[in-house]
Structure formats: C-alpha cells, structure tokens
C-alpha cells in the first residue's frame, strides 16, 4: 500500500477571497501567502505582501493604505475571532488587533466605521485609534458575513430568517422588514445608498428595496431551478443590477425607479414584500403572457435582459465534512464577484486555484435588446 503523502502540485499562491474597494477601482486578493491588491481596470498588481500565512477574508478603505485583515487557510496569519487593521505604508497593524468570541465571517471598512460581522450577531465601531465599540445587532445565523456599509446605511440580516435590517449611521434608528421566507444569501445596497438588493438560499428570485421606506419595487427572476447567489451588485446610475450564482451565469437585470414614498409615514419595523412594479418592458419574458391573470407568477415576474456566463474554475468541494478552509465565508475560496467599473461595464472576479478576472459589456444590439459580452479576462495572480 502507498502511504505516502500526497506532493503538492501548485505553482504559487492560491487565491482564498477577493474583496473590491467602495468605489470598484481597486480589488484585494487573499492569498495562502499573504495578499495583493489590484487595479481593477486595466488589471494590474499594485501592492504584493507575502506573509508566509495566509488571509481568509480582508477588506479595502478606499484607496487609502488601511486594510483589515483576518487570518484563513490552511495556515492562518491570524486567528479567525481576530481583525486586524493593517497600515500598509508602516508594514504593521494600526493598533492592537480587534477580538471577538467567535469566527468573524466578513468585516467592512468606511472613514468612520468599522463593521465585523459573526455568526449571530455584527459589531458597529468607530474607525479611530483604538476604536470605540458603538453598538452590537443581534442576527440570525449569518455564515456568509451578509453586511453592506454605506455612508448613510448599514444593512445586515434581521434576527428571524429572511428578514433584514437597516440602520441609520446618523441616528441609530433601525427599520426590520421581511425580505423573504428562506434565509438570506445575498445582499447588495447601492452606491447612494437608496436601494437594497437581497436574494435567499432559493436563489429564484432577487427583491429590490428602497431604503427610504423599506418597500419593495422590483422582483427581479433569475429562474426556476435552485441556485446559490455568489454576488449582487448595482451599476452606478442605480439602472442595473448585475446577479452571480453557482449556475455560472452573469444576469443583468433592469432595474425601475422606485416609487415615490406615500404621503403619510411608512411603518418604522415593517414593510411590504409584495413589489409596486414598474409597467412592462424588455424584462417581460413571457410577454402577453405575463398579463393574463391566474397563470402561475413565474409567467408575469421580470426575467433579466442580457446573460453571459463566467468561469468558476475547476475547483473541487471538500471531499468530507469539516475538510473546508478555515476563515473563508462559506468554507471555498469566493467566486464570482461583482464590481461595477461604469454603468455598463462591470468586472468579475473569483479566487480558488482557477482565479480569473473577467470584464463585461452591456450594451444595446438593435431591436430594443440588449447583450452582455465579455471583452476580456486573464488569471490575474500572473498579472505582475
């Protein structure tokens, strides 16, 4: 019998996550070795730290030389419970390392804020030196660190399944509204903070919110089949909305303008899941069909415009349970991410021992329709 160990194969570094900036221009790379961070269009390696350990999950401010760090792989550079604020342009952590009991599955960055999200709960902290803890929400269980972090919102998983919050950075005023009946998978709040998208472990449908009043104006079908959402994302102008998932399809999805609030005050705690749409468009799969009442909904809701697919990678899943990565949301290195580099040209990003950037165009070709064409890619940890 051959007893001998398996040999290690791999040429470099593997990619664990990938994580853009706020404004996309820029993406970090966590690595087994340490980690990278890239321009995003054109791609382009702009900062490489090899640290001999690996990063599991890790997140931007900006542009700006603040990066937080927490320990992943097979062996981590910090413990999984710890984030770490690293000052690149002093090649050390800012201040004494933030701890927590539990595994930390995500962490977002702005100029004044520094959200950590665990498995049940987030932790909202002032961004100074030491940081001050503000505030902790109580969620429901929440392996994939759902979080969004805008200037003026903070969204997150409500307590019951399927719920969500939103906070009011201004004021600390929280509204919680159903968004839907299965737990949530995915999450995305516009650049201006006015709309929420979510999506749940069904993956069939994705709902829009606008964060004003917390009601939903668009159902947006990403089909009928099962399907685990990778990424949401909304284009700059609030006028697209682009959706990843384990099917290895891009979708782009039009996105209405929200209705105007109503004359009189919403409820604070809850809000309608029942969507106000907007009249029929390109979106409209089925056509008159979609206007003939007592047909099942699948035949009337809004289909996306243009697809295309992208590369997952060959990457096989954990052989038994308990074999998957340390540190990384969901226990596999990230796949699909999306980051919006215009409004209609977007970038997707996935790590694993396959990583791959690839560029996308929306554009019109002819009859009302429009496609979304990639234009380029490349395995961008070979970038330097």
Not at 4 to 15: C, E, F, H, Y
Not at 72 to 89: E, F, L, M, R, T
Not at 186 to 197: E, Q, T, V
Request: hydrophobic fraction near 40%; include cysteine; charged fraction near 15%.
């Amino acid at each position: 019998m051959n007893t001998r160990q398996p040999i290690d194969t791999s040429s470099g570094p593997v990619a664990l996550s990938v994580a853009f900036n706020q404004d996309n221009t820029c993406f970090a790379v966590g690595l087994d070795t340490g980690f990278c961070v890239y321009n995003t269009e054109p791609c382009e390696l702009k900062v490489s730290r090899d640290f001999n350990a690996g990063i599991g999950q890790l997140e931007m401010l900006g542009r700006a030389n603040f990066i937080a760090l927490v320990g992943g792989g097979k062996q981590p550079k910090y413990a999984q419970n710890k984030v770490v604020i690293w000052d690149d342009s002093k090649q050390r952590p800012a201040f004494t390392p933030l701890e927590f009991r539990a595994q930390v599955h995500r962490v977002r960055l702005s100029r004044n804020r520094i959200v950590v999200a665990l498995q049940n709960t987030v932790h909202v902290y002032n961004f100074a030196m030491p940081p001050e803890r503000l505030a902790i929400y109580e969620t429901a269980d929440n392996p994939l660190g759902l979080c969004c972090l805008g200037a003026q919102m903070l969204a997150f998983p409500g307590i019951t399944p399927g719920q969500v919050q939103l906070v009011e950075i201004a004021t600390g005023n929280v509204s919680i509204f159903p968004a839907h009946t299965a737990p949530l998978r995915g999450m995305a709040l516009s650049a201006d903070g006015n709309i929420l998208a979510t999506a749940s472990e069904t993956g069939t449908l994705i709902r829009v919110f606008s964060t004003q009043n917390c009601n939903c104006f668009a159902e947006l079908r990403r089909g009928v089949d099962h399907a685990s959402i990778f990424s949401l994302a909304i284009s700059p102008d609030n006028k697209l909305l682009a959706a990843t998932s384990d099917k290895s399809t891009l979708h782009i999805f039009h996105l209405p303008r929200p209705l105007p609030p109503p004359s009189s005050p919403p409820p604070t705690s809850r809000a309608s899941t029942s969507p106000q749409l907007a009249p029929a468009d390109e979106s409209q799969k089925w056509g008159i069909l979609g206007r003939i009442p007592l047909l099942p909904r699948l035949f009337s809701d809004d289909y996306s415009i243009a697809s295309a697919p992208f590369e997952m990678g060959a990457e096989p899943a954990p052989a038994v349970a308990g074999a998957a990565l340390v540190g990384l949301s969901g226990g596999r290195p990230a796949k699909g991410v999306i980051g919006w580099v215009g409004d209609t040209e977007l970038v997707v990003v996935g790590a694993g021992s396959d990583e791959r950037w690839e560029k996308f165009v929306v554009q019109e070709v002819g009859g009302g329709r429009r496609a979304c064409l990639r234009t380029g890619w490349k395995r961008y940890l070979g970038a330097a």
